[in-house]
Each structure stands twice: as structure tokens, then as C-alpha cells.
């Protein structure tokens, strides 16, 4: 295994390890196991992201709101109307979550912010949120794809909100 020195640090392909004086834990492939200005200003612009279509996608599924250019559930024919209750229910509280990761980004986007396991806990736990509440919506979408042939926009919709959140918890983990 080769070991690599340098700027206070040995390394080897797995782990890195901080020479000299201060007790810094590093984990694997060099990154540093706290939260860095990067990674929570990364993680703040992804979530920013993710919340702006969150609250786009909601606004798709209140029919009031998106007038002729919002989600169609024309598929289900003499159904239409039994599902408004449920969706207007979702749409409002993917509209909240997508508010709440807007505050939470502009909040920890400023440089200087955010150095904290409250900056880490918050970003996570609302990128957890947007993930756990598209991922009926996207199995739902993804059987009246297959089933119908119809509605891969919405299907696309979920599936790029799911990515987007990932991608902002893997700010700190990759």
C-alpha cells in the first residue's frame, strides 16, 4: 500500500490521517468527516433545486393553481374526481416541504453558515423529506406508464426530485 505525505496528512488509498498536532477525524478516500464550507454550500444550491421543483410539482397537482397546463388524470376515465381529495393533500404538502428546503438553503448557503450538525441534520432531513414524498407518487406513475401508456412527464417529474435529493445527501457522504 502506497502512503502518500503531505500538508499535515498520511494517506493511503482507504484512509487519510492527520499528522502533527489537533485531533482530526478523516475518513475514507481523504474527506475530511466534519462538515466542510463546500459541502454545505454544494448541498444548499442542490437543495435549493429540490425544492423549487418540489414546490413547482405541487402546484402541477392543485387544479385551481395549474389550470390547463397542470397533471391530467384523464386516464382514468369515468374515476376522474375520486382522487382530487388525496392529490390536493400531497400538492400542498410537497408545497410546504419545497418552502421549508427553499428557507433551509438560502439559510445555509452564505458563506460562513452552516458549519454545524444542525446545518448537516437540517439539509439531510428535508432532502429525506422531498425523497420519502415522491416516491409513492412515482411508483403510482410509473404503473399507469406501463399499464396505460401515459403520464411519463409526471413519472419523469418525481424521478428527477428523487435524483435531486439524493444528489444533495451525497454532498456529504461522496
Known amino acids: 500500500m502506497r502512503l502518500l505525505k503531505g500538508a499535515g496528512f ?29 459541502s454545505t454550500s454544494m448541498a444548499a444550491k442542490w437543495l ?8 413547482l410539482a405541487g402546484i402541477l397537482y392543485i387544479p385551481g393553481l395549474s389550470g390547463s397546463w397542470g397533471i391530467s388524470f384523464a386516464f382514468m376515465q369515468d374515476e376522474i374526481g375520486s382522487e382530487r381529495p388525496l392529490v ?17 438553503s438560502l ?9 454545524g450538525s444542525f446545518a448537516k441534520f437540517s439539509i439531510i432531513a428535508v432532502a429525506c423529506g422531498v425523497f420519502s414524498l415522491q416516491t409513492i ?10 399499464l396505460a401508456m401515459d ?11 428523487l435524483v ?3 444528489r444533495t445527501i451525497k454532498e456529504f457522504y461522496i
Not at 435549493?48 to 414546490?55: C, D, E, H, M, R
Open 88 to 104: 390536493t393533500y400531497w400538492a400542498q404538502v410537497s408545497i410546504a416541504v419545497g418552502m421549508i428546503a427553499l428557507l433551509f
Open 10 to 38: 498520511t494517506c493511503s488509498r482507504v484512509v487519510c490521517t492527520k499528522t502533527g498536532s489537533g485531533n482530526s477525524a478523516v475518513g475514507p478516500a481523504g474527506k475530511e468527516s466534519g462538515t466542510s464550507k463546500h
Open 48 to 55: 435549493l433545486l429540490t425544492g423549487g421543483i418540489s414546490i
Open 164 to 166: 435531486f435529493a439524493l
Open 107 to 115: 439559510l445555509f448557503w452564505r458563506r460562513g453558515q452552516g458549519q
Open 137 to 146: 407518487p412515482l411508483i403510482a406513475w410509473l404503473f399507469v406508464v406501463i
Open 151 to 161: 403520464g411519463f412527464l409526471p413519472a419523469l417529474l418525481h424521478f428527477a426530485l
